[in-house]
C-alpha cells in the first residue's frame, strides 16, 4: 500500500509541476513585458523631449521672419529684381545661420518668391505650394504645420509656415507666406543604437520616421479611403504608396506611446519580444529546476523514511526473535528443570534401591555365614566335645586323687581342666566374632586371617584326614577391610577344596595347600605405571578339578553340584561379592597335575596409607 502510493500520486504531480512550470513561465513573460514596457517608457521619455525641442526651437522663427522689411518689400513688389535678390540673400544668410533645412517666402497664389535655395538646382523659386495645408493655414493668419515630402527635393522634412502682414503689423492684410522646412534625418540617425524599433507616425498612423528604413512609409494599420484621398491631395508623401505593415513584423507586445509636437503624432517603442519570451524561459527553466530539487529533496525524504521503516521492521523481527529465543530458553530451562528433578527422584530411588540392595547384601552374607556355621557345627561340636570329655576325665580322677590324700595329682588334673577350658573358651570366642553381624573396615594382616579360617576348620580337617599345609607368614601381607568377611571367605574356599578332596578316588592323594604370598613387585620392577601389588593368596587342592560345564556358572548363585542339605550354592557368589567390595579378584582354574585352584587377590596396603 506504502509502496504503491508514490506512483499512484505521479500523475496528479506531473499535472501540479506543469501547471507550476507554465505559471513560471506566464508570470516571467508578463513581468518581463512589464519591465521592457518600463524601460521603453524610459527611453521614450529620453527621445521625445528632444524631438519636442528640435520642433519648438523653429517655431517662432517663420513668426519672427513675417516682420523682415525685405520679405514685406518684396512681396509688395514683386516683379523689382533687387527687391527679390535682397529677399533671396537674405533667406540663404538666415537659413545658413540657424540651420534649418530651408526658407522661403509665397505670395498669396502660393507662388515661390524668393528661397533661401533660390540659386540651387532644385531651388523653390517659381514654384507654387497652394496645395500644400501649411500654406492655407497661414494664408488664414494661422501657423501652419506639416510634415511631407518636398515636391522638387524629394527629401521629408517639416514644415513651418506664418503669414506675412502687408504693413508689418499682424493686424494688416496678408500679403504672403514665409515657411521654414526642417530636417529630422538627424533623430533616425540616433535611434539607430536602439535595437528596438522606433517609429513616429502620424495621426493616420502612417510612419515617416524610423529606425527601421523598412517600414518608413508604412502604415500601422489599413488606410481609410477619405485619408488616402486626402494624402493624394496634399502630396505629403508624393505618390508614395501607403501599405500597411504585415502583422507578423509587428511585436506582439503593445508598443509604448508618447504624443509629440501639434500635429497628433505618436512616437511609438516596440518592445523586443525575443527578451520576453527568453524571460519567459528563464522562468520556466527556474520553476523546473526548483521542482527538480524539490522532487529529489522529497525522494531522499521518501527514501530516508523507508530505510527507517525497514531498520524499525528489523529491530521488531529481531526483537520478536530475542523474545522467542528467551521463551525457547525458558521452555528448555522448564523442560530441563523437570528432567533434572525426574533424574533427582530416579536417582533418589537407585539409591533408595541401593541401599535396599546394600542391605539385602549384607543380610545374604550373614545368611551365607550363618549356613557355613551351621556346616560347621559338626566340626565345632566335635572339637568342644574333646576338651569337654578330657575336663570330665581329669576332674573325676581328681576327685579320687583329692580321695587318696594326692594333692598334688589333683593339682596337675585342675591345671589340665583350665587349659581345656580355656582352649574351649577360644573356640568359643573365635565362633562368636565370626557371627558377628556388622562390617567393620580396618587394617588386616591377611596371614591372621587365613590362620583362623584354618583354626576353625582344622578339626574337620583332620576327621576326614585330608592334610592342610599353610604357608603365612605373619605381616607379610597387609590390606584393608573386614577381616570376618576375609575369613567367611577364605572358609568358604577351604569348605569346598575339603569337599571337592572329599569326592576324589580313595587312593588319589588328600591334600589342601593354602599359600599367602605378595603378587606383582617383578611386574612393578619392569612396568614403573604399576604403582601398587596384589596380596595373593591361593587355594590349591588335590580334588578332581571343576569340571568344564561347571566352569562358566561358578560364581552364579544357587549353582551347586552338591547334594540338598550339603550346599546351597551361595557360597562363591557371596565369596566373589565380598573380593570385589573390597577391589579384589577371586579366579579359579584347573592344574594340570590334577585338582583345582582358586586364587583371591586383594590390593596391598600402601606404606603410608591409614
Ligand atoms: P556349594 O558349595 O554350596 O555347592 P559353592 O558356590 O561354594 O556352593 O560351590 C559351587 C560349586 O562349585 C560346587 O557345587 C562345586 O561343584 C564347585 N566347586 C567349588 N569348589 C570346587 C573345587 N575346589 N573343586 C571342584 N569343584 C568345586
Given at each position: 500500500?506504502?509502496?504503491a502510493?508514490?506512483s499512484?500520486?505521479?500523475?496528479?504531480?506531473?499535472?501540479?509541476?506543469?501547471?507550476?512550470?507554465?505559471?513560471?513561465?506566464?508570470?516571467?513573460?508578463?513581468?518581463a513585458?512589464?519591465?521592457?514596457?518600463?524601460?521603453?517608457?524610459r527611453?521614450?521619455?529620453?527621445?521625445?523631449?528632444?524631438?519636442?525641442?528640435v520642433?519648438?526651437k523653429?517655431?517662432?522663427l517663420p513668426?519672427?521672419?513675417g516682420?523682415?522689411?525685405?520679405?514685406i518689400?518684396?512681396?509688395?513688389?514683386?516683379?523689382?529684381?533687387?527687391?527679390?535678390?535682397?529677399?533671396?540673400?537674405?533667406?540663404?544668410?538666415?537659413?545658413?545661420?540657424?540651420?534649418?533645412?530651408a526658407i522661403?517666402?509665397?505670395d498669396?497664389?502660393?507662388?515661390?518668391?524668393?528661397?533661401?535655395?533660390?540659386?540651387?538646382?532644385?531651388?523653390?523659386?517659381?514654384?507654387?505650394?497652394?496645395?500644400?495645408?501649411?500654406?492655407?493655414?497661414?494664408?488664414?493668419?494661422?501657423?501652419g504645420?506639416?510634415?511631407?515630402?518636398?515636391?522638387?527635393t524629394?527629401e521629408?522634412?517639416?514644415?513651418?509656415?506664418?503669414?506675412?502682414?502687408?504693413?508689418?503689423?499682424?493686424?494688416?492684410?496678408?500679403?504672403?507666406v514665409v515657411?521654414?522646412?526642417i530636417?529630422?534625418?538627424e533623430?533616425?540617425?540616433?535611434?539607430?543604437?536602439?535595437?528596438?524599433p522606433?517609429?513616429?507616425?502620424?495621426?493616420?498612423?502612417?510612419?515617416?520616421?524610423?529606425?527601421?528604413p523598412?517600414?518608413?512609409?508604412?502604415?500601422l494599420?489599413?488606410?481609410?479611403?477619405?485619408?488616402?484621398?486626402?494624402?493624394?491631395?496634399t502630396?505629403?508623401?508624393?505618390?508614395?504608396?501607403?501599405a500597411?505593415?504585415?502583422?507578423?513584423v509587428?511585436?506582439?507586445?503593445?508598443?509604448?506611446?508618447q504624443?509629440v509636437?501639434?500635429?497628433?503624432?505618436?512616437?511609438?517603442?516596440?518592445?523586443?519580444?525575443?527578451?520576453?519570451?527568453?524571460?519567459?524561459?528563464?522562468?520556466?527553466?527556474?520553476?523546473?529546476?526548483?521542482?527538480?530539487?524539490?522532487?529529489?529533496?522529497?525522494?531522499?525524504?521518501?527514501?530516508?523514511?523507508?530505510?527507517?521503516e525497514e531498520?524499525?521492521?528489523?529491530?521488531?523481527?529481531l526483537?520478536?526473535?530475542?523474545l522467542?529465543?528467551?521463551?525457547?530458553?525458558?521452555?528448555?530451562?522448564?523442560?530441563?528443570?523437570?528432567?533434572?528433578?525426574?533424574?533427582?527422584?530416579?536417582?533418589?530411588?537407585?539409591?533408595?534401591?541401593?541401599?535396599?540392595?546394600?542391605?539385602?547384601?549384607?543380610?545374604?552374607?550373614q545368611?551365607?555365614?550363618?549356613?557355613?556355621?551351621?556346616?560347621?557345627?559338626?566340626?565345632?561340636?566335635?572339637?568342644?566335645n574333646?576338651p569337654?570329655?578330657?575336663?570330665?576325665?581329669?576332674?573325676?580322677?581328681?576327685?579320687?586323687?583329692l580321695?587318696?590324700?594326692?594333692?598334688?595329682?589333683a593339682?596337675?588334673?585342675?591345671?589340665?581342666?583350665?587349659?581345656?577350658?580355656?582352649?574351649m573358651?577360644?573356640?568359643i570366642?573365635?565362633?562368636?566374632?565370626?557371627?558377628?553381624?556388622?562390617?567393620s573396615?580396618?587394617?588386616v594382616?591377611?596371614?591372621?586371617?587365613?590362620?583362623?579360617?584354618?583354626?576353625?576348620?582344622?578339626?574337620?580337617?583332620?576327621?576326614?584326614g585330608?592334610?592342610?599345609?599353610?604357608?603365612?607368614?605373619?605381616?607379610?601381607?597387609?590390606?584393608?577391610g573386614?577381616?570376618?568377611?576375609?575369613?567367611?571367605?577364605?572358609i568358604?574356599?577351604?569348605?569346598?577344596?575339603?569337599?571337592?578332596?572329599?569326592?576324589?578316588?580313595?587312593?588319589?592323594p588328600?591334600?589342601?595347600?593354602?599359600?599367602?604370598?605378595r603378587?606383582g613387585?617383578?611386574a612393578?620392577?619392569l612396568?614403573?605405571?604399576?604403582?601398587?601389588?596384589?596380596?595373593?593368596?591361593?587355594?590349591?587342592?588335590?580334588?578332581?578339578?571343576?569340571?568344564?560345564?561347571?566352569a562358566?556358572?561358578l560364581?552364579?548363585?544357587?549353582?551347586?553340584?552338591?547334594?540338598s542339605?550339603?550346599?546351597?550354592?551361595?557360597?562363591?557368589?557371596?565369596?566373589?561379592?565380598?573380593?570385589?567390595?573390597?577391589?579384589?579378584?577371586l579366579?579359579a582354574r584347573?592344574?594340570?597335575?590334577g585338582?583345582?585352584?582358586?586364587?583371591?587377590?586383594l590390593?596391598?596396603?600402601?606404606e603410608?596409607?591409614?
Open positions: 500500500m506504502k509502496r502510493l508514490p499512484l500520486l505521479l500523475f496528479p504531480a506531473l499535472i501540479v509541476a506543469a501547471c507550476i512550470v507554465a505559471g513560471a513561465w506566464l508570470f516571467g513573460t508578463r513581468h513585458r512589464a519591465e521592457l514596457q518600463d524601460q521603453a517608457q527611453q521614450l521619455q529620453l527621445i521625445a523631449p528632444d524631438l519636442q525641442s520642433l519648438q523653429f517655431e517662432t513668426f519672427v521672419l516682420f523682415q522689411p525685405d520679405l518689400q518684396a512681396l509688395a513688389h514683386p516683379d523689382d529684381p533687387q527687391a527679390i535678390a535682397r529677399l533671396n540673400s537674405t533667406l540663404h544668410t538666415i537659413q545658413q545661420q540657424a540651420k534649418v533645412g522661403y517666402v509665397m498669396r497664389d502660393g507662388l515661390t518668391l524668393g528661397a533661401s535655395n533660390w540659386d540651387q538646382p532644385l531651388g523653390f523659386v517659381g514654384k507654387n505650394f497652394s496645395y500644400r495645408p501649411y500654406f492655407h493655414a497661414a494664408l488664414h493668419g494661422q501657423a504645420r506639416f510634415y511631407g515630402i518636398g515636391t522638387s524629394s521629408a522634412g517639416y514644415f513651418i509656415a506664418q503669414p506675412v502682414y502687408r504693413d508689418g503689423s499682424a493686424r494688416g492684410a496678408v500679403a504672403g515657411a521654414v522646412k530636417s529630422l534625418a533623430f533616425e540617425r540616433t535611434w539607430r543604437s536602439s535595437a528596438d522606433i517609429v513616429l507616425a502620424d495621426r493616420s498612423d502612417v510612419i515617416f520616421l524610423s529606425n527601421r523598412d517600414w518608413i512609409y508604412r502604415s494599420r489599413p488606410l481609410a479611403p477619405a485619408t488616402v484621398q486626402e494624402l493624394a491631395r502630396q505629403q508623401y508624393l505618390d508614395k504608396p501607403i500597411p505593415l504585415p502583422a507578423s509587428l511585436s506582439p507586445i503593445a508598443p509604448v506611446t504624443p509636437g501639434e500635429l497628433g503624432w505618436q512616437l511609438m517603442l516596440f518592445p523586443g519580444q525575443e527578451r520576453v519570451s527568453r524571460a519567459g524561459l528563464q522562468w520556466a527553466l527556474a520553476a523546473m529546476l526548483l521542482l527538480a530539487c524539490a522532487a529529489v529533496s522529497l525522494w531522499a525524504m521518501h527514501q530516508r523514511r523507508r530505510r527507517l531498520a524499525q521492521a528489523s529491530r521488531a523481527a526483537q520478536r526473535a530475542a522467542q529465543l528467551e521463551d525457547r530458553i525458558a521452555e528448555r530451562t522448564d523442560q530441563l528443570r523437570q528432567t533434572n528433578a525426574s533424574l533427582e527422584a530416579r536417582y533418589a530411588k537407585l539409591q533408595e534401591t541401593e541401599q535396599l540392595l546394600r542391605s539385602t547384601q549384607n543380610e545374604l552374607i545368611a551365607g555365614k550363618l549356613a557355613m556355621l551351621g556346616q560347621m557345627a559338626a566340626g565345632v561340636t566335635h572339637e568342644l574333646q569337654l570329655a578330657a575336663i570330665r576325665a581329669f576332674a573325676d580322677n581328681a576327685r579320687t586323687f580321695e587318696r590324700g594326692m594333692t598334688a595329682q593339682t596337675s588334673n585342675l591345671g589340665h581342666i583350665a587349659d581345656a577350658s580355656a582352649r573358651g577360644a573356640i570366642s573365635q565362633l562368636k566374632g565370626f557371627a558377628r553381624k556388622d562390617e573396615v580396618a587394617t594382616d591377611l596371614a591372621a586371617c587365613v590362620r583362623a579360617a584354618c583354626f576353625l576348620l582344622q578339626s574337620e580337617f583332620r576327621r576326614l585330608v592334610t592342610l599345609e599353610v604357608t603365612a607368614d605373619e605381616g607379610c601381607c597387609k590390606v584393608t573386614d577381616a570376618v568377611r576375609i575369613e567367611q571367605v577364605l568358604n574356599l577351604l569348605r569346598n577344596a575339603l569337599d571337592a578332596v572329599e569326592t576324589g578316588a580313595p587312593d588319589a588328600r591334600h589342601v595347600r593354602v599359600a599367602l604370598a603378587e613387585e617383578h612393578h620392577a612396568n614403573p605405571a604399576h604403582d601398587h601389588t596384589n596380596a595373593l593368596v591361593s587355594i590349591t587342592d588335590s580334588g578332581p578339578g571343576i569340571p568344564e560345564q561347571v562358566a556358572h560364581f552364579e548363585p544357587f549353582f551347586t553340584t552338591k547334594p542339605g550339603k550346599g546351597l550354592g551361595l557360597g562363591l557368589a557371596i565369596s566373589s561379592s565380598i573380593v570385589q567390595a573390597m577391589n579384589g579378584q579366579t584347573n592344574l594340570p597335575e585338582g583345582a585352584r582358586f586364587e583371591l587377590r590390593p596391598l596396603l600402601i603410608g596409607e591409614l
